[in-house]
DNA sequence: CGGATATACATGCATTTGCATCTATCGCCG
DNA sequence: CGGCGATAGATGCAAATGCATGTATATCCG
């Protein structure tokens, strides 16, 4: 793309975070923009889905907090208007008396895969014309080994 | 990691996109929360920073608005602050009456050095321990292609 | 040229967000 | 056991956000 010269570890890191950044807004604009999330924010979805992928249905509160870009306070209120709306249903928890599980309803559950539907095949048509299918397994590869090792503190 | 198996594109896809995202927030969620950003949101820092490395020192709103993920209106009002708070300066586009263009005033860039300086040493930190520099150089590739890619239509 | 359509940015308004703080429970340690 | 700091989540409130729309300018096309 340009030429780059040997560059300090400083100047990599920064370079490599801010076009991971720039490449993560730019597909997510196009996704937000797309006719799935009209009836759903992203990261209302992002809620659904994370719930739809737990084993045991259940999730604390807490632990979606880590997924999610938002505000513990955020987060809490947007998971009573996902109540309100019928797409997900509370329960306190039953070993510790200050959390509150987290499970789909029949609907949120209708819901996720719906969109879910949708925004695969928009990702797909993203990420296909742009990365071949190796390339893509790599980038798979390194966000996850990144994101392992920021969250193992 | 795991093992994965042979893999359909779209489930590639998918999975290469949410492990970016992941890997995203857990990144971001660390930088926010380091004390760079007491005094500016991220958000922010980032028109300081985009300005900064602006070569003739002047953008154009809708410029900036593509790197940026917040709706027209909001980085309307989020500039219409930061001029507020003397780190910008607006003018008219000579070229076109219906732009305006943006530039950092003095205490702007003072403020976009000093907490660009921890910024990257913020990166630098979460980066080089979780990849090398090669793994950051490919990663690096491969979101200036996907960015690349999905920025050209 | 002139009217129609598109683009750039601003603004009113309802919703969402985050910070600070509050309440309740948990876990630890004397 | 009992007190005390830590953690989970809720809430008041000011600030930020996005949608719809408004205004002005630009561009296209007959």
Redesign the interface.
């Known amino acids: ?1 340009a030429d780059r010269p040997a560059e300090s ?2 100047r ?6 801010e ?12 996704l937000q923009s797309g006719p799935a999330f009209k009836s759903i924010a992203l990261n209302e979805y992002d809620v659904l889905f994370t719930l739809s992928r737990c084993p045991s249905g259940w999730l604390r509160l807490n632990e979606l907090n880590d ?3 938002l505000s513990q306070s955020s987060l809490s209120r947007m998971v009573e208007r996902l109540e309100k709306r019928g797409l997900v249903e509370r329960m306190p928890a039953p070993d510790d008396g200050r959390g509150v599980l987290l499970k789909l309803t029949e609907a949120g559950s209708e819901l996720q895969k719906q969109i879910g539907r949708i925004h ?2 928009d ?2 048509a ?6 071949t ?1 190796a ?17 193992r503190h």
Chains 1, 2 share one sequence.
């Open positions: 793309m570890p400083v990599l890191a920064a370079e490599t975070w076009s991971l950044f720039r490449a993560q807004v730019a597909v997510m604009r196009r997924h999610i870009l695969v095949r990702i797909e993203l990420m296909t014309p742009s990365l299918a390339e893509q397994r790599e980038l798979l590869r390194l966000t996850e080994k990144l994101r392992g090792a920021v969250a």
